[in-house]
């Protein structure tokens, strides 16, 4: 009797806990709005007015001008069946970057604080952790502060062995190009939405991954803060 109230009170904790953890991890994953294809400027004109931005008002972005961006930045516009390809051009279509998506308060409208990974296959977020770090990633980009007023930052990182498994060494160029294609997407985009973006390529590697919570063979390569010019 008591093996048996034992095992039943186990089995109950169990499933608590199960309930917990699966409530938790759906929570974390955040779906986007459905990317639209029409805008209000043309691309000559958003081509015109870009402009590199370093000064940013707090006023919040919403969950569809993120969604807008991120489709335009590595969103899948196409699918051949057995490979679904993306907004910017890739070497042998190996897609070797990620971008993750820093949050501050009241950032994004309908989204917590946080740092969020860019998941192109089913156009969502995912959470990786949970905080307004843009402090963080201003002070690893050698105290860059300007960028910590921005609502979003996004940071665009390459896993280099997806491509250098079939380019060897080049692959790591083929990267860095891919990520200038996706930079300049998020660009491009931002203007047409009335938003500015900036870019930074001075800062710590180390110190930003260890910031965003995000594994080491994530190599960030190009951060990117955008919103309302001020
Ligand atoms: C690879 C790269 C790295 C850059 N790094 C920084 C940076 O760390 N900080 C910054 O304020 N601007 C940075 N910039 C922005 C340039 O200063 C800017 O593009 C240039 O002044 C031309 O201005 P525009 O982009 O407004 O045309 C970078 C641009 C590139 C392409």
Redesign the pocket.
């Known amino acids: 009797m008591k093996v048996l109230l034992t095992t039943l009170g186990n089995m109950v904790i169990a499933i608590i806990f199960a309930g917990i953890f699966t409530k938790s991890t759906i929570a974390k994953e955040i779906p986007l709005p459905k990317p639209y294809y029409e805008g209000e400027k043309s691309v000559e004109e958003a081509i015109k007015s870009r ?2 931005i ?1 000064s940013f008002s707090s006023q919040v972005l919403t969950l569809t001008q993120l969604s807008q961006i991120l489709w335009a930045a590595d969103g899948i516009t196409a699918d051949r069946g057995y490979i679904k390809l993306r907004a910017a051009p890739s070497a042998g279509a190996l897609y070797p970057l990620d971008i993750f998506i820093v949050v501050g308060e009241n950032g994004v409208k309908d989204i917590d604080a946080g740092v969020y990974h860019y998941i192109p296959h089913g156009h969502l977020l995912k959470m990786v952790r949970k905080g307004d770090v843009r402090v963080g990633v201003a002070k690893a ?1 050698l105290h ?1 502060m300007w960028m910590a007023e921005a609502p979003a930052i996004m940071i665009i990182t390459g896993e280099y062995k997806r491509c250098t498994r079939k380019y060897g060494e080049r692959g790591i160029p083929y990267t860095y190009i891919e990520a200038g294609h996706v930079g300049q997407n998020i660009f491009l985009q931002c203007e047409t939405l009335g938003l500015g973006a ?5 800062f710590h590697n180390d110190e930003v991954i260890k910031v965003l919570g995000i594994d080491k063979r994530h190599d960030p390569i ?1 951060i990117m803060p955008v919103g309302y010019e001020r």
């Open positions: 402009r590199t370093r980009a860059q900036g870019i930074v390529g001075a190009t």
